[in-house]
């Protein structure tokens, strides 16, 4: 009897072992389906569906419309301590990138006028070198298009500094600003739109002047020698730029761009 008890047991675990084993399939292939496509629908929604009914308010034919773009700043090797270089940093670009440029693209079809940048581009803009910084200004043209004055939309472009390009306080870079200004434009500028003018303003210039005056009046130093450190990109030799003291030929000729 214990015999035939066994053999059955036996039989009926064989039986049912492919039939679970079917069923997980069945339940993780569901999973995965349901999954694409709520991915799909919604990303459907997001990128095509919203930007069709998401309107400009209009009070006439002349109304100018400006898209606002505050802190794209790329992900690069300063942006996270685990992920410097090497697969993890080029999955997390991949991702964001792609992300970045349909959204841009999806808000390209309300047919914006001006389109104007706030600052901090690139995550780590002040700290790289001109190689690495025409680097990520090509990559950062490929998801927001060139920045020459006007788009494929005849949008005009506009750009507003922000601390992560030029520096603040002790990261100040002097000649960081001399490059934003000659590749993207004027630090400080004023343009009008309508019966509007937007003020573009080089805020991290005025914040650390002031910072070089607190530092100065309580007993961080002189302020002329507050003054004298500037923050130069290294390209990624200390993996964050340097602070090193400039000459003064040196400070004259960045300020001179």
């Known amino acids: 009897a214990s015999s035939r008890m066994s053999t059955t047991l036996v039989k ?27 991915l799909i629908v919604l990303d459907i929604i997001a990128f095509v569906f919203l930007p069709s009914i998401c309107a400009w308010p209009s009070h006439s034919e002349k109304d100018i419309r400006v898209l606002i773009i505050a802190d794209p700043q790329l992900t690069d090797r300063t942006s996270y301590n685990f992920a ?14 792609a992300f970045m440029r349909k959204s841009f693209s999806a808000l390209l079809r309300i047919r914006p ?18 190689v690495e910084f025409q680097t990520e200004l090509r990559r950062f043209e490929g998801i ?8 494929q939309s005849g949008a005009q472009r506009l750009y507003v500094v922000g601390n ?13 600003r001399a490059r934003f200004e000659s590749l993207l434009g004027p630090l400080d500028w004023a343009v009008t739109v309508g019966n509007v003018t937007l003020l573009g303003v080089d805020a991290p210039r005025i914040a650390t002047a002031e910072w070089r005056r607190t530092a100065a009046g309580t007993g961080g130093g002189d302020a002329a020698q507050v003054g004298r450190w500037r923050f130069k990109p290294d390209g990624g030799k200390t993996g964050r730029g340097a602070e090193a003291r400039v000459t003064a030929e040196e400070e004259a000729e960045a300020e001179a761009g």
């Open 164 to 176: 992560h390009d030029v520096g603040l306080g002790p990261e100040d870079c002097p000649a960081c």
């Open 84 to 97: 410097k270089s090497g697969p993890v940093l080029w999955f997390i670009q991949l991702i964001s990138d």
């Open 113 to 130: 006028d001006f389109i104007v940048f706030l600052g901090d581009l690139m995550d780590g803009g002040r700290k790289f070198d001109n």
């Open 144 to 151: 927001f298009g060139a920045p020459e004055g006007t788009m």
């Open 12 to 38: 009926l675990c064989w039986t049912w072992l492919p039939t679970r084993q079917v069923a997980r399939q069945g339940y993780t292939a569901s999973v995965v389906l349901i999954w694409l496509g709520a």
